[in-house]
T-cell receptor
Framework: EPEVTQTPSHQVTQMGQEVILRCVPISNHLYFYWYRQILGQKVEFLVSFYNNEISEKSEIFDDQFSVERPDGSNFTLKIRSTKLEDSAMYFC?????????????FGEGSWLTVV | ELKVEQNPLFLSMQEGKNYTIYCNYSTTSDRLYWYRQDPGKSLESLFVLLSNGAVKQEGRLMASLDTKARLSTLHITAAVHDLSATYFCAVVDSGGGADGLTFGKGTHLIIQP
């Protein structure tokens, strides 16, 4: 089965540092997402991305965050000047259009620990 | 603002029993998802429900959707230990062209032998 891959699986960073989380969506997918899950809490939507631009973002996704699709395969989430409260699991997700458009595939996640 | 409420949030049950998890949402939606999450793992897609009255079954799990009541249920039949996990429902707000999922808080399910 096709899968969304994420790197790194775990990263520890110091407060104030910049972090880039990387995702390789499924190859024929067109819609890309980032979600986060603080330990023990629910999954929260951050941003959706389509046709090389942000299509929707939540209140969490402030100026500290940015997304990019630097080439044809990677989709990145950058967190500038990390804060303690950014510690969470970050999930990348993707989906296609057409008949299978309603199935959203999630990656394994990247654990971010800010110390 | 779309709100998604699940109950119960925590459920401990014995193997062989039946139980139902409920998911209520506050606004019109044309897609409802159920996911399973094991500790420290990703989200595994269980069901996507798209229309009123939709019912889907996979093994011991069955999900249904009532869009008029804004309610979905996930029914577990003759539970087995392997079904222990956290179950999330998630909804897309169909107004305004939104695409992101709004998740419930999850139901932490423990099935004891």
């Amino acid at each position: 089965e096709p899968e969304v891959t994420q790197t790194p699986s775990h990263q520890v960073t110091q407060m104030g540092q910049e972090v880039i989380l990387r995702c390789v969506p499924i190859s024929n997918h067109l819609y890309f997402y980032w979600y986060r899950q603080i330990l023990g809490q629910k999954v929260e939507f951050l941003v959706s991305f389509y046709n090389n631009e942000i299509s929707e973002k939540s209140e969490i996704f402030d100026d500290q965050f940015s997304v990019e699709r630097p080439d044809g395969s990677n989709f990145t989430l950058k967190i500038r000047s990390t804060k303690l409260e950014d510690s969470a699991m970050y999930f990348c997700a993707s989906r296609t259009s057409g008949v299978l458009r309603n199935t959203i595939y999630f990656g394994e996640g990247s654990w971010l620990t800010v110390v | 603002e779309l709100k998604v409420e699940q109950n119960p949030l925590f459920l401990s049950m014995q193997e062989g029993k039946n139980y139902t998890i409920y998911c209520n949402y506050s606004t019109t939606s044309d897609r409802l998802y159920w996911y399973r999450q094991d500790p420290g793992k990703s989200l595994e897609s269980l069901f996507v429900l798209l229309s009123n009255g939709a019912v889907k079954q996979e093994g011991r799990l069955m999900a249904s959707l009532d869009t008029k009541a804004r309610l979905s249920t996930l029914h577990i039949t003759a539970a087995v230990h392997d079904l222990s996990a956290t179950y999330f429902c998630a909804v897309v707000d169909s107004g305004g062209g939104a695409d992101g999922l709004t998740f419930g808080k999850g139901t932490h399910l423990i099935i004891q032998p």
